[in-house]
């Protein structure tokens, strides 16, 4: 079975069809065994097209055929013989005609830019007035960047629940809604005739300043006079776990006598009491909080800016975030 081996070095004819905006190289190598011929382009820097489509030309041994370009190998069954070399021609073809890319001729073939032109506008139909190639940008890659590590997120706890008639918090004073049994157990205007009852309210509250080492269930009831704690009962669970799990933190104790703190290795999570009653909940770090993220600066002790922590501070009511200001 005969073997033939041919390669054909390709030249720019039309600028415009490369990435970078360079010059258009490259080769076409050519392999023929028995009837088989099989074509390899191998072109740097070739842009892919937005419309259209590129069309190799090859003519060997006074024989002219169209190929459908790709990078890889084009296979042409009964192709004639390249012994004698052969010609070929990238054309970048769309409806409104063909034009040349790339031209290259090797051993005694001798053929035209402009007659395997011809050949391809005959293949593809009548030629027509001829548009500007339009080819893709080339590709741009992101700048790679250092392998910097993100910094640890702190634990805040979750928002307050969606509000409903059952948990609606007493958020616009006076002017909420008033309900006496949610504000006390015990009726206001009958305290002189009903010594007893205020003096079980006052026993109640005594054993509510005892904090969360009260053994009882009810150490902090779900509705305190004069306050609703209504957000530090959804996450009173989830701080009661973190305060189990995590050794105490003593560094803000004398900003805040009355407050516990626990460190969880990323930040601080403390509680603030009020009248012995929790009246906010806290995240506090050594770093600024990210931006957007309401935190105060408060010192380790009260006559010294060189040491603190960034705070947030949750209302325990309402979980609104607070500051001093609003304090």
């Not at 490259?26 to 011929?37: D, F, K, Q």
């Not at 031209?103 to 293949?123: I, M, P, R």
């Not at 006052?202 to 957000?231: F, I, M, N, Q, W």
């Not at 947030?312 to 975030?321: H, I, K, R």
Request: aromatic content about 8%; some cysteine.
């Amino acid at each position: 079975m005969a073997y033939e081996k041919r390669v054909c070095v390709m030249k720019q004819v039309k600028k415009g069809f490369t990435a970078d905006g360079g010059a258009l190289s490259g080769a076409v190598y050519a392999e023929r065994t028995g009837e088989t011929l099989k074509i390899t382009p191998r072109l740097l820097g070739l842009a892919p097209v937005r419309d259209g489509r590129y069309v190799l030309v090859v003519r060997a041994s006074g024989q002219t055929f169209c190929l459908d370009f790709s990078e890889g190998v084009i296979d042409e069954v009964q192709a004639p013989s390249i012994k004698e070399g052969f010609c070929a021609l990238l054309c970048y073809v769309r409806a409104g005609g063909a034009e040349a890319v790339a031209f290259g001729a090797c051993g005694k073939e001798n053929a035209t830019v402009q007659s395997l032109l011809l050949a391809v506008s005959e293949a593809g139909g009548e030629k027509k007035k001829r548009r500007p190639a339009n080819p893709l940008p080339p590709n741009e890659l992101p700048t790679p960047m250092p392998n910097v590590p993100l910094a640890p997120t702190p634990v805040v706890p979750d928002p307050l629940p969606e509000e409903t008639e059952e948990n609606r918090p007493f958020r616009d004073g006076l002017a909420a809604a008033y309900d006496d049994e949610a504000i006390a157990s015990s009726d206001y205007y009958a305290h002189d005739e009903d010594e007893s009852a205020a003096n079980a309210d006052r026993k109640k509250a005594s054993e509510v300043a005892g904090g969360r080492d009260s053994c009882k269930d009810e150490a902090v009831p779900p509705h305190p006079a004069g306050r609703t704690l209504t957000y530090y009962n959804t996450v009173r669970e989830k701080m009661s776990e973190a305060f189990e799990k995590f050794p105490p933190d003593k560094r803000l104790l004398t900003a805040f006598p009355q407050s516990e703190w626990v460190n969880s290795g990323e930040a601080l999570l403390g509680t603030v009491y009020e009248n012995g009653l929790p009246r906010y909940l806290c995240v506090a770090r050594e770093q600024p909080f990210p931006e957007g993220i309401k935190a105060v600066v408060v010192p380790f002790a009260p006559f010294s800016e060189k040491e603190g922590m960034y705070i947030v501070f949750q209302d325990a009511d309402t979980g609104d975030y607070v500051t001093v200001r609003d304090a």
